[in-house]
């Protein structure tokens, strides 16, 4: 099966990976940490500060893709501290419309470049 690969100017990439690819009609969007796509560091702030900034990569990702996040049908949270589910929580439910997207949250003991939130998503290809 073939696959095309998204790159978007608003995302940062820390590896060598696509930001997304599309193959059939899913779109895979690599996990985004919250870098700052004109500094290249992580965003300062809380963890909704920081969980905005993934939401900020994530859309650029989609927008390259000619999609909006009303294509994503599933999202994939981690976590350095679950203490911080609330907050990210309030951040998330602000980014789409219900009917949400299928989610699941994951507590991991470190991310990259000392991150304190990755997300990562699926979105279906109208």
């Known amino acids: 099966m073939s696959r095309k690969a998204f790159t978007a100017e608003g995302a940062v990439s820390v590896g060598p990976y696509s930001h997304a690819v599309q193959t059939g009609d899913l779109l895979y969007l690599s996990g985004q940490t919250p870098i700052e796509a004109t500094t290249g560091k992580l965003v300062e702030g809380d963890i909704a500060a920081q969980t905005k900034q993934c939401f900020i990569n ?35 439910k602000t980014q789409f419309t219900q009917p949400y997207p299928a989610r699941t949250t994951i507590g991991v003991a470190s991310l990259p470049l000392g991150a304190q939130v990755e997300i990562e998503m699926i979105a279906a290809i109208k």
Do not use: C, H, I, W
């Open 58 to 92: 994530l859309f650029a990702v989609l927008e390259a893709a000619g999609l909006t996040p009303d294509a994503v049908v599933k999202v994939n949270v981690f976590l350095t501290d679950m203490a911080d589910f609330g907050a990210m929580n309030d951040v998330y």
